[in-house]
């Protein structure tokens, strides 16, 4: 079965510094990633995803994040932070064939003034 | 587009009765739409997956009976929590297939069920 490791269930950052939040699957066989944020009494909202299509994804808000194969990792990254940015972030896999997203644990952004 | 909503959005009840979520696709068709559960600081747990017509699938652990899934139509899908007791008190969020292929889900905003 698939699993989803986030590195950090917490990270903070200044504002207007680089935010970097982690994410590593187990499949073998590259699958869908998702980069899902979820702001306090919400839903999520998805931030990007990765296809095949292209390694480097760029997603809302600035994000974007790095499919690596030969690291399992698919990291989220944001060049300068915002204090609208604090948030909990959820990576999420998908294998192909099956519609059920495996979630990370998530990862809470906070944003230091 | 791609909007799912839910309701109620919050909802307080005393233990043994029972509470309905409902969840809609707004704008388009969700043939597959999927319930989590989430308790606070934590992440999604799936309960099951529902199929427009057909009988839901829940995950190991999940009590069918406690947890009534029905998809009657391609937009909308309601959660029943019969007899509730505090212990099922936590945030539920339904999504919806986009049917944009990738397996990609689109959230509601969530159901805040306090059992008293």
């Known amino acids: 079965a698939q699993s989803v490791t986030q590195l950090g269930s917490h990270v903070s950052v200044s504002e207007g510094a680089l935010v970097l939040l982690r994410c590593n699957y187990s499949?073998?066989?590259?699958?869908?990633l998702f980069w899902y944020v979820q702001y306090p009494n919400q839903g999520l909202q998805l931030l990007l995803k990765?296809?095949?299509?292209?390694?480097l994804v760029k997603g809302i808000n600035g994000f974007e994040a790095e499919f690596k194969k030969s690291e399992t990792s698919f990291h989220l990254t944001k060049p300068s932070a915002h204090m609208s940015d604090a948030a909990e972030y959820f990576c999420?896999?998908?294998?192909?064939?099956?519609?059920?997203?495996?979630f990370g644990t998530g990862t809470r952004l906070t944003i230091i003034p | 587009g791609a909007v799912v909503s839910q309701h109620p959005s919050w909802v307080i009840c005393k233990s043994g009765t029972s509470v309905k979520i409902e969840c809609r696709s707004l704008?388009?068709?969700?043939?597959?739409m999927f319930w989590y559960r989430q308790f606070p600081k934590q992440s999604l747990m799936l309960m099951a997956t529902?199929?427009?017509?057909?009988?839901?699938?829940?995950e190991q652990g999940v009590e069918k009976d406690k947890f009534l899934i029905n998809h009657a139509s391609l937009t909308l899908s309601t959660l029943t929590v019969t007899s509730a007791h505090p212990e099922d008190s936590s945030f539920y969020i339904c999504?919806?297939?986009?049917?944009?292929?990738?397996?990609?889900?689109?959230f509601g905003p969530g159901t805040r069920l306090t059992v008293l």
């Open positions: 704008d388009f068709q969700a043939t597959t």
């Open positions: 999504s919806a297939n986009s049917g944009r292929g990738y397996n990609e889900q689109f």
């Open positions: 529902s199929n427009e017509g057909s009988k839901a699938t829940y």
């Open positions: 990765y296809t095949s299509a292209a390694t």
């Open positions: 499949s073998s066989v590259p699958p869908y």
């Open positions: 999420a896999v998908s294998d192909l064939g099956n519609e059920k997203l495996t």
